[in-house]
């Protein structure tokens, strides 16, 4: 009686909390990367010749100035390689008259070219985006590209025309690219050239930010703890500037690289803002969930100092109580994200809103709502907000502030842009008058003044 009780003990294995937790966060991780392998490989078969590759409302494909493939966002790039060919054959031409093509239309379809040095980026479109809006993302594809091989890979590939660089890139850029294509459908992040900072209390922040000042090494450049992909607190060396496009290509290496979850990760990366003349190197690890920090140093030998740093640093953020804290506001706005019923301006009209704070390049936007709610309702509302952002780029002057109103049939949308101080982008149902929308940007404008503190990092930690 008593071996058969024990035996039933030792089969039942009874997790803590923490155990669990770590169980099902392994599970959760690896689900999340089978998914991003399958948006690749689901269609790695097409090419030009199947009729499926046509269907996709948006192609982004780059080759070499030889007309070697490197990328394609759907297909099996080496089949496309004649494809590619006579994309390559058609830049060339222009070049050869001294001249560069930017765009062409055919039809329903845009084609949107940029040339780097040997390096050709094309995306054909038919979702209605602008030829500025296509333009954005083939400049950070570009770079994500230079963030893997440095721009020393133009030279390579100039002295080297038939090279074949998808050996240096690996599988991980491919996912890399492709989840930044998906991903700049679905933010403004990178067409307004700014970061999104993690909603936090203010003394909470500062103290973060004063836990990792304190902790540094003599070569050690930035430091940055992230929240999933957005930005808990940043600190620099006083002479260097980490630019919001070199944090965006550094937020989508980091949250897409399956490698980096298993432990403390020592890599070498090139930030094309900084310097894209070679790399830096990056100590990247995840200190509990999607909270991770990196340590960023100019010298490939600082591994075990930068480990030192993290121990100390996760000690003090432990001992305040601040990493746990970070922890559970991160899931519970996942569960249950703010909208902009939240904000309390009283006017039912208002569905969402957009904000800019142009001084520290930085945006916050509730989560959307009715009828812009899911993955498809948030890439219109953001595609919506684009279409504004081109034209206010139109009609306004760096000198003075534009005010622009638009409506259609399923929206309107109220632009108010001060340079230099803030950008704000609000949507309402379609009918809204004029003056009920001006009173609603001016009471989000207060509220975000009253909450400025917890919404952005407002000042710049140096060491």
């Given amino acids: 009686m008593d071996s058969t009780s024990s035996a039933n003990e030792a089969k039942t294995t009874v997790l803590t909390a923490e155990e669990a937790f770590k169980r099902d966060e392994k599970l959760r991780i ?18 030009n010749q199947d009729p499926e590759w046509f269907k996709h409302k948006k192609h982004v494909l780059i080759c070499s100035w030889a007309g070697r493939p490197i990328f394609s966002r759907y297909g099996d790039e080496s089949k496309l390689a004649a494809y590619m060919g006579v994309i390559s054959a058609i830049i060339s031409n222009f070049q050869r008259s001294k001249d560069n093509v930017r765009s062409l239309v055919a039809g329903r379809h845009t084609f949107v070219f940029l040339v780097h040095g040997p390096i050709y980026l094309v995306a054909i479109s038919r979702t209605g985006e602008s030829e500025t809006q296509l333009a954005v993302q083939l ?8 963030s893997i091989l440095t721009g020393s890979i133009h ?21 890399l690219l492709s989840e930044l294509l998906s991903d700049s459908n679905h933010t403004p992040a990178y067409h307004m050239k700014c ?35 957005e930005v808990v607190s940043v600190v620099k060396l006083r002479d260097k500037v980490l630019p919001p496009s070199d944090i965006l290509l550094l937020i989508n290496f980091i949250t897409n690289s399956q490698s980096l979850r298993s432990g403390e990760a020592w890599i070498p990366i090139c930030l094309p803002e900084v310097s894209s003349k070679g790399y830096v190197w990056a100590y990247v690890c995840f200190l509990v969930g999607d ?15 930068l480990q030192e740093v993290k121990r100390r640093i996760v000690q003090k953020l432990e001992k305040e109580g601040d990493l746990s804290f970070v922890q559970n506001t991160f899931r519970l706005h996942q569960e249950k994200p703010w909208t902009v019923v939240n904000v309390r301006t009283e006017i039912y009209e208002l569905v969402h809103f957009l904000y800019k704070f142009d001084k520290a390049k930085q945006f916050i936007c509730p989560a959307p709502t009715h009828p812009y709610k899911g993955r498809n309702g948030l890439k219109l509302l953001m595609r919506e907000y684009k279409k504004v952002i081109d034209r206010i780029s139109i009609v306004h002057s760096d ?11 399923a929206s309107a949308v109220l632009a108010w842009v001060r340079p230099g101080e803030f950008e704000i982008y609000c949507t309402f149902t379609p009918l809204v008058p004029k003056e009920v929308a001006i009173t609603a940007c001016n009471r989000i404008l207060r509220w975000i003044k009253r909450e400025e503190a917890s919404l952005f990092m407002l000042h710049a930690n140096m060491w």
Avoid: C, W
């Avoid at 000198?399 to 049939?409: E, I, L, P």
């Fill in 30 to 47: 690896r689900r999340m990367f089978s998914e991003k392998k399958l948006k690749i490989t689901k269609y790695s078969h097409q090419h």
């Fill in 139 to 146: 400049e950070h594809v570009h770079l994500q590209i230079i």
């Fill in 291 to 305: 909270i991770s920090l990196t340590l960023i140093t100019a010298h490939d030998r600082d591994f075990f100092q």
């Fill in 195 to 229: 970061v999104k900072a993690f909603r936090l209390p203010r003394e909470n922040r500062e103290r973060i930010a004063s836990i990792l000042k304190s902790n540094r090494t003599k070569n050690l450049l930035f430091a940055v703890l992230l929240a999933g992909k």
């Fill in 399 to 409: 000198k003075t502030h534009t005010v622009y109103f638009h409506a259609s049939d």
């Fill in 155 to 175: 030279n390579t590939l100039r002295n080297r025309p038939q090279y074949d660089i998808r050996g240096l890139m690996g599988e991980t850029a491919e996912i």
